[in-house]
């Protein structure tokens, strides 16, 4: 925000001296250089701001396309559907039931998944045991 102040005062200034050269009839080409220049400048920052956008919004797409969406999960019987319980978070159930088509914005903390070799890592997890 404070870059787009600065922008916005270099442009007002381009344009003031652009006006007051042009009402004392001096040397137009002098007067004119460095006004452009400063327009110049401000217009290539903006081109190269928008160029990082996209690459950054695309990176962020492809790192998106390669969060796994669907997890095993070991859930009781009463939190099955991906409703969350009370006293689930924490607590590591045993009691319940593989599921092994879970979506993984349900996952809370204390959920048992389970790997195979290949499988992407759905969430920070604490690794129990390895067969």
Do not use: Y
């Amino acid at each position: 925000q404070i870059l787009l102040c600065v922008a916005g005062l270099s442009c007002l200034s381009s344009v003031t001296e652009i006006i007051t050269s042009s009402l004392d009839d001096v040397d137009m080409v002098q007067t004119l250089v460095e006004p452009g220049i400063i327009l110049l400048i401000l217009v290539l920052n903006a081109i190269v701001g928008v160029i990082q956008q996209i690459s950054a919004l695309e990176s962020m797409d492809s790192l998106a396309k390669l969060q796994p969406k669907l997890a095993t999960v070991l859930r009781s019987k009463d939190s099955i559907n991906g409703d969350i319980i009370d006293g689930l978070e924490g607590d590591h159930n045993t009691k319940g039931e593989w599921v092994p088509s879970f979506n993984v914005s349900h996952l809370v903390p204390g959920d048992l998944i389970k790997l195979k070799i290949g499988d992407m890592v759905p969430a920070d997890v604490v690794i129990i045991k390895l067969d």
